[in-house]
């Protein structure tokens, strides 16, 4: 079992990179177009949609729903450095 959580835990920072590398391409566009590091509306959508997700896989919506917040606070934080033009 402790094998399957490993394997499982380094899958979900895979996916957590190739998710950061995608942010960071819309972070940059974003910056680009001078465009708002946040977008409630599509982060309410997320919020909404995850839950629901999270209902029909039986997990915890309320869960899923501080982990979406957790990462979209963190995509935030990486769309404003690259709207300063720090790396």
Known sequence: MRR?????DSA???LLAERFKCT?????????LNLPPADP???A???ARLRALA????LDPEFA?????????????HHEI???GTP
């Open 65 to 77: 729903e501080k982990f979406l917040t957790f990462l979209v606070t963190e995509v935030i934080r």
């Open 55 to 58: 209902s029909a896989a039986e």
């Open 24 to 32: 960071r391409k819309v972070g940059e566009l974003k910056a680009r």
């Open 12 to 14: 979900l920072i895979h």
């Open 4 to 8: 399957s959580i490993d394997n499982i």
């Open 41 to 43: 509306a599509r982060e």
């Open 82 to 84: 690259i709207r300063a």
């Open 45 to 47: 959508h997320q919020i």
